[in-house]
């Protein structure tokens, strides 16, 4: 897998960066994409495979490219901002613990008025697809209530 820079856009108080990831695989098949990392997290603005990927492939994608980008981020912006500081990811603990703490951050949000989605990526450092699926994970444990009542 490979990472570069594309173009960086600056404004007064930040930069919004994107980035080429290609992933090449040994039949062959390779994927190309388009990153965009901003203030508002990691974003994927243009897939392209061949052959063509499925919806589980496409699923996994961020999965697949989640640490290289990661890094890649990091060192673009530690060359942008020179303070040699990168954003990490808070820890977050797996298993049952991890998932009571989701509900836990979800059931504040919903207190609050807030959108719960945005306080479980916020509270885990996740991109939305892997806080949803914390999410799930959570209401698959019995610690979140059914996300529709069964009739």
């Known amino acids: 897998m490979s990472v570069w820079p594309a173009w960086e856009v600056r404004d ?4 919004t960066s994107w980035l080429g990831v290609r992933l090449e695989f040994g039949d062959g098949a390779h994927v190309d994409a388009v990153a965009v990392v901003g203030e508002g997290g990691v974003y994927l603005e243009d897939v392209r495979a061949v052959p063509a ?3 589980d492939d496409l699923a996994a994608l961020a999965d ?7 890094q890649a981020c990091g060192a673009a912006g530690r060359q942008g ?3 040699g500081a990168s954003r990490a ?5 797996l298993g049952v ?11 504040q949000a919903q207190e609050r008025g807030a959108d719960p989605v945005l306080a ?4 885990t450092g996740h991109s939305r697809r892997r806080s949803l699926r914390l999410i799930g994970q959570a209401r698959d444990a019995g ?3 059914p996300r529709r009542a069964r009739r």
Do not use: C, K, N
Request: glycine residues 12%; proline residues 10%.
């Open 12 to 15: 007064g108080a930040g930069a």
């Open 53 to 55: 990927l499925s919806l």
């Open 64 to 70: 697949w490219i989640e640490d290289p980008l990661s």
């Open 81 to 83: 901002d020179g303070s």
């Open 89 to 93: 990811r808070p820890e977050w603990p």
């Open 97 to 107: 613990e991890g998932q009571w703490l989701v509900a836990r951050e979800y059931r």
């Open 120 to 123: 479980v990526m916020g509270a």
């Open 143 to 145: 610690f979140l209530p």
